[in-house]
């Protein structure tokens, strides 16, 4: 039985650095490159969403803190209010990072646990209905 409040936080330091982390947002913004729904609420240059993503990701799941050091509070739900976010934008999002999740073979073991951060993180952020 896993009784561990925040099994989340545990994946960084069993995973044991950042690499993982890199090569799922590479993987996650493989999709989004080519997501009609999804690509034109990104900027024409990723680096920026992709390196605000993996600080993120890496400060989540328990690594070093420089997504707040950089960025402040996350406030997720208030940094994605200018974005239309419906049920097929977050079917969307869910749907390229499942597939970003499969092809990071680091992330395996705790492929059940980030799942399920996922979707109740995405269905948080749905802002605007169907
Ligand atoms: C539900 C569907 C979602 C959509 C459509 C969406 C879309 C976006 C967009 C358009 C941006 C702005 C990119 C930029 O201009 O830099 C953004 C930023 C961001 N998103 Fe999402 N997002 C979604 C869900 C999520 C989820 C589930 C997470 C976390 C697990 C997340 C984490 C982030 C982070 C960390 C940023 C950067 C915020 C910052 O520091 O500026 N997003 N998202």
Same mark, same amino acid.
């Given at each position: 039985?896993?009784?561990?409040?925040?099994?989340?936080s545990? =994946?960084?330091?069993?995973?044991?650095?950042?690499?993982?982390?890199?090569?799922?947002?590479?993987? *996650?913004?493989?999709?989004?490159?080519?997501? /009609?729904?999804? @690509?034109p609420?990104? /900027?024409?240059?990723?680096a920026?969403?992709?390196?605000?993503?993996?600080?993120?990701?890496?400060?989540?799941?328990?690594?070093?803190?420089?997504?707040?050091?950089? @960025?402040?509070?996350?406030?997720?739900?208030?940094? &994605?209010? /200018?974005?239309? =976010?419906?049920?097929?934008?977050?079917d969307?999002?869910?749907?390229?990072?499942e597939?970003?999740?499969?092809?990071?073979?680091?992330? &395996? /073991?705790?492929?059940?646990?980030?799942?399920?951060?996922?979707?109740?993180?995405?269905? *948080?952020? =749905?802002?605007?209905?169907?």
């Open positions: 039985m896993n009784i561990d409040p925040d099994p989340v545990n =994946i960084y330091p069993a995973v044991g650095g950042d690499e993982a982390f890199y090569q799922l947002v590479e993987e *996650f913004y493989k999709g989004v490159e080519s997501d /009609p729904l999804l @690509r609420l990104y /900027p024409k240059d990723l920026e969403p992709k390196r605000s993503l993996a600080l993120f990701m890496i400060q989540r799941t328990g690594g070093p803190g420089t997504y707040s050091q950089e @960025r402040g509070h996350p406030r997720m739900r208030a940094r &994605h209010l /200018p974005f239309r =976010i419906t049920t097929k934008e977050r969307a999002w869910m749907r390229n990072m597939a970003a999740l499969d092809a990071v073979p680091a992330l &395996h /073991p705790h492929r059940a646990t980030l799942q399920e951060f996922f979707d109740n993180f995405s269905t *948080f952020m =749905i802002n605007t209905p169907d």
